[in-house]
């Protein structure tokens, strides 16, 4: 009887075993990729923050887990990112500008992939924080003689927001990849911090751990 016991539990355990290989595709025990991603960013800026700035750009690294059965992957980046300021020029009056804004954006996010081939395009969406320095001079005045009284609205701290986003990646080997990706910030307004939304436009280079 006891081998009997013995002898049905290797069946099981042989059948989820099979069952485990037919749902992934196992590399060293693990039943994911493993993405790691250095992008530079080029940033469009919009709204009311289209008032104070004019471009952006910067950087992020990023490391992704994906689930290649199943399509999806999470994961986190973290980056840095500066904004072109705007300046302001009245006849008789000395030439205004701001200060450079700058900001360290942590973003948790989630990809769905329509292919696992070697072009591998996705959409997603991430949510996260972002700290910055920012000066608001431009979007935050009621007068020209309050605005050149002031010597800059300067405001820091962090906000929160949402980041959908589109892209396609591009892996020859399996272990190197190219991306190309676009991306919507959206930011929320905290206290004198005002809102932000912004369009981006994503290089990025990507090393594959299978």
Not at 19 to 35: I, K, M, N, T, W
Not at 136 to 153: A, L, M, Q
Not at 186 to 206: G, I, M, P, S, V
């Amino acid at each position: 009887m006891k081998r009997a016991y013995i002898t049905l539990l290797l069946v099981i355990l042989s059948t989820l075993s099979l069952s485990a290989q037919d749902r992934h595709r196992l590399s060293g025990g693990e039943p994911y990729d493993v993405f790691l991603s250095i992008r530079g960013n080029y940033i469009l800026t919009q709204d009311n923050f289209k008032d104070n700035y004019d471009w952006g750009a910067g950087g992020t690294f990023q490391i992704e887990f994906q689930y290649q059965e199943i399509k999806l992957s999470w994961g986190v980046s973290l980056g840095y990112e500066r904004f072109q300021p705007k300046t302001l020029k009245w006849d008789y009056l000395p030439t205004k500008q701001l200060f450079v804004a700058q900001q360290v954006p942590l973003t948790v996010f989630c990809n769905y992939y329509f292919f696992n081939e070697k072009i591998k395009p996705y959409v997603g969406v991430g949510v996260g924080t972002v700290w910055g320095r920012y000066d608001y001079s431009f979007s935050n005045y009621d007068n020209i003689v309050e605005y050149y009284n002031r010597d800059f609205e300067g405001q820091s701290g962090f906000k929160f927001g949402v980041i959908p986003r589109v892209g396609c990646m591009f892996s020859l080997d399996h272990k190197n990849g190219f991306g190309l990706e676009f991306s919507m910030q959206q930011y929320f307004q905290n206290d004198r911090l005002e809102k932000q939304k912004t369009f981006a436009a994503t290089l990025q280079y990507t090393y594959i751990i299978d």
